[in-house]
């Protein structure tokens, strides 16, 4: 007999919400993760009285996260403070001016309108136009399975609306942008939304321009940290009786005759269970921890052929002042063409980009309580290839992140670099060490058209019976929202096909 | 039922299939032509995702 019904591979948003259903089913479930914290990118550490983000630094689109603590008979508000967040971001130009934008429509409007004034009017038809788009698509897209045409057309027939947004596959975000906003100061002000999906604006996808959008639903930041999130999960799931060892890496996961049957951690224990659930990457998990060797070849062409998604550098920053900011997010990014040929030039060669292209989390701004009396934190997202050419991370973090600091200090938060107290660094090799998440990869895989719903790796599995995925390279992909909806698919398939 | 010379059928699909010849030609040369029109910026586009469509089946069964 199995050791358990269900054993997840890390506590990630994916793993960690998808545990708390399983273990609602009324199933034994047993969650390993390799660090001692559970949220992975989603995850808060303190260092010297500050609280630092690991990476998320706020939620939106908060509707699968709503559904998955409902499914669990209770509300996510009643489990997490959240902290509106408005403005939703500042955008920072290089003479230190800013744009703020608020999160009403119309103070949004406002903001445009003044930077030119058609704009403003074409900011009401991109609201209404996504609005729809989001309206159609977030329950029959987001928290549907899609693992195969049947699922698709099940999702189409259940809402026709959707089709009408699927010209947005056939354009770049950044067409759409370039729809609606004439404007270049205002589409410099939008250039940084795609990187959400890991891609430049000419690259992304179209249906990314749902975001500059989305964000006006509503921000949030969780009073404690992002790691609230995924602590609610755990806290629910242990009261269900479900188990949570930390420190405790998989290396291998357990098939016979096509059939996953359990772990080995890395210590060489041996764990069985009837089901297996994967947080991990999902091209890590099939060629490394299942193996090629019991994947068909169709599998092993298709795992190859996915590019893990974009990797970042970030600066978890302490500081004794008050940094002269004005909203919890703040972006230094260029014009939208400078945005492409920083992907080109510096990204896929290996460069540190020479200018300061980031964003900038504030949270104490939303929570005090987040770092010592006076004092204030500051997570600083700046962009980061994973290989280097001819230089290496670990000797350089420091020297890039002082740089980044002074350059910020210069236009964007004057006298920082006089106020630092603490300062941290993490590569995108230290996230690899840190979350195992192969070339340091926010969003699991590349989260392209050809990457997406069927033709991502399915939640659940079409090679290995008894194995479900979870997590960012899983449909529907990256993000909080998205990655605690793939938790909440895959618990829902397994309801479905493991009585 | 009117009688069917022999070969006219054959001479029939010859045309037909030479049809679909000219069309499925036209409708490239105006693929060709369109896509020569658009941008780089565009082109660079369509490029990154024609580059992964021949994966697209392995990765459906993924
Ligand atoms: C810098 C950064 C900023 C971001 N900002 C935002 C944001 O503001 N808003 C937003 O919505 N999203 C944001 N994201 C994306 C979001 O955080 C992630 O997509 C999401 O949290 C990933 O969840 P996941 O379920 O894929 O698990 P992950 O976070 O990838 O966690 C996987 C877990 O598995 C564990 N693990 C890995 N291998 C093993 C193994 N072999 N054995 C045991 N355990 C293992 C890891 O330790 C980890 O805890 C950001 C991501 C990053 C990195």
Redesign the interface.
């Known amino acids: 007999m199995a050791d358990y019904d269900v054993i997840v591979i890390g506590a990630g948003n994916g793993g960690i919400s998808c545990a708390a259903l399983l273990a609602k089913q009324g199933r034994k479930v047993l969650v390993l993760e390799q660090s001692d914290r559970v949220g992975g990118c989603c995850s808060t550490f303190v260092k010297d009285g500050y609280h630092f983000d690991v990476g998320a630094s706020i939620v939106e689109v908060i509707y699968p996260i709503e559904l998955a603590f409902k499914m669990l008979g209770t509300e996510f508000q009643k489990e997490v403070e959240l902290i509106p967040c408005d403005p939703i971001y500042s955008y920072i130009f290089r003479d230190g001016s800013r744009v703020n934008y608020p999160l009403s429509l119309e103070g949004t409007a406002e903001v445009i309108g003044k930077l030119n004034e058609a704009d403003g009017k074409q900011w009401y038809k991109l609201a209404d136009y996504f609005a729809e788009m989001m309206k159609q698509t977030i329950e029959a897209f987001f928290t549907s399975p899609a693992n ?1 045409m049947v699922d698709m057309l099940k999702m189409v027939a259940k809402n026709p609306g959707i089709l009408k947004f699927l010209p947005l596959f056939a ?2 975000y ?2 759409v942008i370039k729809k609606y906003f004439k404007d270049e100061v205002v589409q410099q002000t939008m250039s940084f939304q795609s990187f959400y999906c890991g891609l430049p604006p ?2 992304a996808p179209g249906f990314i321009a749902l975001i500059p959008y989305s964000e006006h639903e509503g921000i949030y930041y969780p009073r404690g940290g992002m790691i609230q999130i995924p602590e609610a999960f755990r806290r629910i799931g242990e009261s269900l009786g479900m188990e949570l060892r930390f420190n405790a890496k998989v290396d291998k996961v357990l098939v016979r005759n096509r059939r996953a049957e359990g772990v080995r951690l890395a210590d060489g224990t041996e764990i069985t269970s009837k089901l297996v659930v994967s947080n991990v990457n ?1 091209k890590k998990l ?1 060629l490394e921890y299942i193996g090629e060797e019991h994947l ?1 070849w ?2 092993r ?3 190859k ?2 590019e893990v998604s974009m990797s970042c550098m970030m600066m978890y920053v302490g500081c004794d002042y008050r940094p002269p900011l004005e909203a919890h997010h703040s972006l230094t990014i260029g014009p939208l063409q400078m945005m ?1 040929d920083f992907w080109y030039n510096e990204y896929k060669n290996g460069q540190i980009p020479e200018d300061v292209y980031g964003l900038i989390c504030w949270p104490t701004e939303s929570d005090p309580a987040l770092a010592p009396e006076g004092h204030h934190v500051l997570n600083i997202m700046g962009m980061g290839p994973y290989r280097l050419q001819g230089q290496s991370w670990d000797e350089e973090k420091m020297r890039v992140a002082e740089k980044f600091i002074n350059e910020l200090s210069k236009f964007a938060i004057p006298d920082l670099k006089d106020h630092v107290t603490v300062l941290e660094v993490s590569t995108p090799v230290d996230f690899e060490r840190r979350l195992l998440s192969p070339g340091g990869a926010i969003y699991g895989l590349q989260m ?4 997406q719903a ?5 939640s659940r599995s ?2 290995i019976k008894g194995l479900y995925l979870t997590g960012a390279s899983t449909h529907p992909g990256g993000g909080v929202p998205s990655t605690i909806a793939s938790g909440l698919i895959a618990s829902t398939l397994i309801e479905k096909y493991e009585k | 039922m009117a009688a069917v010379k022999k070969g006219e059928g054959k001479g029939k699909g010859r045309i037909g299939s030479k049809l679909k010849m000219v069309v499925l030609l036209a409708l490239m040369a105006a693929i060709a032509a369109r896509y020569a029109t658009l941008d780089a910026s565009k082109k660079r586009f369509i490029k990154h995702i024609l580059k992964q469509v021949p994966y697209m089946p392995a990765r459906y069964f993924a």
């Open positions: 195969n354009t770049s950044q067409d000419e690259l999902a099939y068909p169709i599998n062409v298709g795992m052929s996915y492409n392209d058209i050809p990457a069927v033709f991502r790796p399915a079409k090679c």
